[in-house]
């Protein structure tokens, strides 16, 4: 374990219940991490991004995400976790979406997210997150998910379909 996550892993491992989102943006906020720190976990996806497990508990993962230039999550949500993540390296651009009263889901906003920026979402909160970078420029992240995200609502853009989805 590296040093700088020894202080954010002994915090997990301690957790009895599910993590409050705040606690875990602020300690991302408070955390010198770079690529080096986080090497072994540092693995890119041939289609699509990659979660790439760095510790785990029951009540928390910690990833490392690789996302080659055009890699986008689905729509979705987080319900029943929380998840907080950091931006390591590159751009990320995250995208929130909101329930129309027609069922469908409708993009509400963008956000750039440069390094160093985190981003938490909960419950309810419908986003998606993508490396829009000029190509060969990859993205790395840093999340957290407590408790460990086994599935998520996913939607499609106009749709009103909504599903569930594994992770």
């Not at 920026?117 to 957290?144: G, W």
Request: proline fraction near 4%.
């Amino acid at each position: 374990m590296s040093p700088p996550l020894a202080d954010v892993v002994g915090y997990l491992e301690g957790l009895r219940g599910r993590a409050d989102l705040g606690i875990l943006a602020e300690m991302l906020e408070g955390l010198d991490i770079s690529r080096h720190d986080i090497a072994p976990a540092c693995v890119f996806g041939v289609r699509g991004y990659r979660r790439n497990t760095i510790a785990r508990g029951e009540w928390f993962e910690l990833l490392a995400l690789c996302w080659r230039s055009g890699d986008c999550t689905p729509i979705h949500d987080h319900e029943g976790s929380s998840c907080a993540f950091k931006v390591i390296e590159g751009q990320g651009t995250e995208i929130h979406y909101e329930r129309t009263a027609s069922g469908l889901v409708c993009p509400v906003g963008r956000v750039m997210l440069d390094e160093g920026t985190v981003c938490a979402a909960e419950d309810n909160d419908i986003h998606q997150v993508a490396n829009m970078q000029a190509k060969a420029t990859d993205l790395l992240t840093l999340h957290i998910y407590s408790p460990p995200i086994k599935q998520m609502g996913t939607y499609a853009f106009a749709s009103g379909e909504h599903a569930e989805a594994t992770s």
